[in-house]
């Protein structure tokens, strides 16, 4: 089934459904009331794809991770990183309120990171994606990233973009995060990853050369906080890497 501008009255009749195996929806205007459907058929879906979209919440990442569970191929993309909101996060977080951890700690970096750790374990009761292959993530919080991203562990291609303007920047997208993503997540089937990030490191981009055996590309270099030199220095290493090279495109 493939829509195009929707409302949030649109899922109403759409629940009705039971067999939709792939989704595709254009020019999201609301996710609300976009649970009904993946109540009635998530389980069936094979692929899922919303584009355009510019009002998203964390609950929806929720509902696809509870749902979903059969998805091969997910693409989310958000219109920008303002469209964004944590709606729907305190049912996943239960008792650990999110101004109750702010309050435990008292630096910035640390209530960030406590809420980080809160938010990945909490996930774990939720289960893996354990057939989703392709991931492909625009503009998407931090928070509905920590749902998704460190439970796909079979991960064949990955795309995470996010806006490269200077008053849009990825939200909390550090190597930090990722150190931490990546203690969940070995990404040990991957083969092609294309990252648009201006707040990554060339630290992130070491950790899938060197740990992720089956990666075979490495795309969009340039757009990462990475100098030249760091980038030349990655591409010699990734073409030298044996049994199985990496190409680094800037």
């Given amino acids: 089934m493939h829509l195009c501008m929707t409302w949030p009255e649109t899922f109403f ?3 009705r459904f039971r067999e939709i195996s792939h989704l595709s929806i254009y020019r999201v205007s609301s996710v609300d009331n976009f649970d009904l459907p993946l109540m009635a058929f998530g389980q069936k879906l094979v692929k899922l794809e919303l584009k355009n979209c510019t009002n998203f919440q964390s609950g929806t990442a929720l509902n696809i991770r509870k749902y979903c569970t059969a998805l091969q191929s997910l693409i989310l993309e958000i219109d920008s990183t303002d469209a964004n909101s944590n709606a729907g996060l305190s049912e996943a977080l239960g008792d650990q309120n999110i101004l109750t951890l702010q309050n435990q700690v008292s630096s910035l970096q640390d209530r960030l990171n406590t809420l980080q750790m809160t938010m990945l374990n909490v996930m774990n009761k939720y289960g893996n994606l354990s057939r989703l292959e392709h991931l492909h993530l625009k503009n998407l919080s931090m928070g509905s990233l920590l749902i998704l991203l460190p439970f796909a562990p079979n991960l064949v291609k990955l795309t ?3 806006s490269l303007r ?7 997208l550090t190597d930090s995060l990722f150190l931490k993503i990546f203690e969940k997540n070995s990404f040990s089937k991957v083969q092609a990853i294309e990252i648009w990030c201006k707040t990554l490191s060339v630290r ?17 270099l340039s757009f990462w906080n ?16 044996e049994p199985v090279p990496v190409e680094i495109d800037f």
Wanted: aromatic share 8%; glycine share 2%; charged share 35%.
């Fill in 13 to 15: 009749p759409l629940s």
């Fill in 160 to 162: 995470l973009k996010f």
């Fill in 166 to 172: 200077s008053d849009e920047a990825a939200p909390n």
């Fill in 204 to 220: 992130t981009a070491e950790w899938f050369v060197h740990n992720c055996t089956e990666l075979k590309s490495l795309k969009s």
């Fill in 226 to 241: 990475v100098n030249e030199e760091e980038q030349v220095a990655l591409w010699r290493e990734g073409r030298r890497r």
